[in-house]
């Protein structure tokens, strides 16, 4: 019985030198955050911002996104019955074991995707503005297009698939136009609610809802190939900020650092509405035209994210560029307003034409060269 212990122990202790005990863990997940101003989509701070991982439950913010948008143009309604496919209800993972057939709300929908993480209520959505999951793929696809969301691809609404991708810049990008519908909010800054006459409880593992003034949502995730994750969005003095980390080690540490990110943003900026009315731009000459010039106007298209110390230091200067050439339309570019700060660009505005201004025609040539000559 000894010789059949010391063997055993001989063969376990040969055996943990072949195979390694943590074999079947996944690599450390890359590390990458970003801090983005949400109304304006201003970066600005980051590190690996444009490293591609896993989408994993970020891609659900797509879906709702897309949900969302149909809610506000009045195509679709939080009271609206969905039908629970055999696909849908296939789904693994998160779920709130939805049955083929079963009926349920876009209310519930959009409840079950922004605290649970529901992957067949995902699918439900998905099928119900794209027809199909496939085709619902090709609309979602074309949005992170349309938003400039280079780093991003989708392959399925879920993010269950290893192929859906995107970065800490384009989710913060995402989350930025999620902000853009309010009534999501109450959503996102649930804890703890339930769906399906009670039969599924659902909870936020977004711990910031609760403890961070201002927070609006948005979402938090683990998964062992890309890490513990947070997706973190608040608003202070008309202010929206929006902080991502992905693939932090410490469950606990992504919300200290999405706190500590989201402060240093609240203290550092703000945002600075350009103030036009001492601002006088000059007419612009026009070559070819009717008019021998256009008057101008300055074109704000709102508000600009600057460090609160550069506030009272900001200089305006009106450049110009080469005279237009007709024709002309209202609105195209004759010059930019540059604000600097100690001979640094921070941003600058379009100063345009007020009017339009047709090609000069034969008659108006004449007259124009009868005047020059004195006739």
């Given amino acids: 019985m000894k010789k059949f212990s010391v ?13 390694p005990l943590n074999s079947d863990e996944a690599p450390d997940p890359q590390y990458s955050y970003v801090l983005m101003e949400g109304s304006t989509a ?17 891609a659900k913010l797509m879906t709702l996104l897309l949900a969302a948008e149909k809610i506000d143009s009045g195509e679709m309604s939080f009271d609206d019955i969905l039908k629970t496919s055999a696909h849908a209800n296939s789904m693994q993972g998160a779920q709130i074991w939805l049955m083929p057939g079963e009926e349920i709300s876009v209310g519930e929908i959009i409840k079950s995707l922004s605290v649970g993480n529901a992957n067949d209520a995902c699918v439900v959505m998905a099928e119900r503005l794209g027809g199909t999951e496939e085709d619902f793929v090709k609309i979602m696809n074309k949005k992170a297009d349309a938003l400039g969301m280079t780093g991003t691809k989708y392959f399925d609404s879920t993010g269950i698939s290893s192929q859906t991708v995107t970065t800490a810049c384009d989710t913060a990008i995402l989350a930025s136009e999620l902000l853009k519908y309010p009534f999501l909010t109450p959503y996102f800054t649930t804890w703890v609610d339930s769906v399906r006459g009670g039969k599924t409880e659902l909870a936020s593992e977004n711990r910031l809802i609760l ?7 948005m979402k938090a995730y683990y998964k062992k190939e890309i890490g513990n994750c947070v997706i973190a969005t608040a608003e202070r003095n008309d202010m929206k900020l929006v902080c991502v980390i992905f693939g932090e080690t410490d469950p606990d540490q992504r919300f200290k650092t999405a706190k500590e990110k ?7 900026y703000t945002l600075f509405k350009p103030k036009l009315i001492d601002l006088y731009p000059e007419p612009v000459l026009v070559k070819g035209g009717e008019k021998t010039e256009v008057e101008t106007e300055i074109y704000c298209p709102g508000e600009f994210v600057i460090r609160k110390s550069q506030a009272d230091k900001l200089e305006a200067e009106l450049t110009y560029g080469e005279p237009l050439k ?42 124009r060269i009868l005047g020059h000559v004195g006739l």
């Fill in 7 to 19: 063997l055993l122990a001989i063969f376990f202790a040969i055996f943990s030198l072949a195979v």
């Fill in 42 to 58: 201003t970066l600005l701070y980051q590190e690996n911002g444009s490293a591609r991982v896993p989408a994993h439950h970020a």
């Fill in 211 to 217: 403890s961070y003034t201002g927070a609006t949502g």
């Fill in 262 to 268: 989201l402060n240093a943003g609240f203290s550092a």
């Fill in 326 to 367: 007709a024709p002309v339309k209202r609105g195209d570019e004759a010059g930019r307003v540059i604000y600097s700060v100690d001979g640094e660009e921070l941003f600058s505005l379009k100063i345009v034409a007020k009017e339009d201004i047709k090609k000069m025609d034969i008659l108006v040539g004449i007259r």
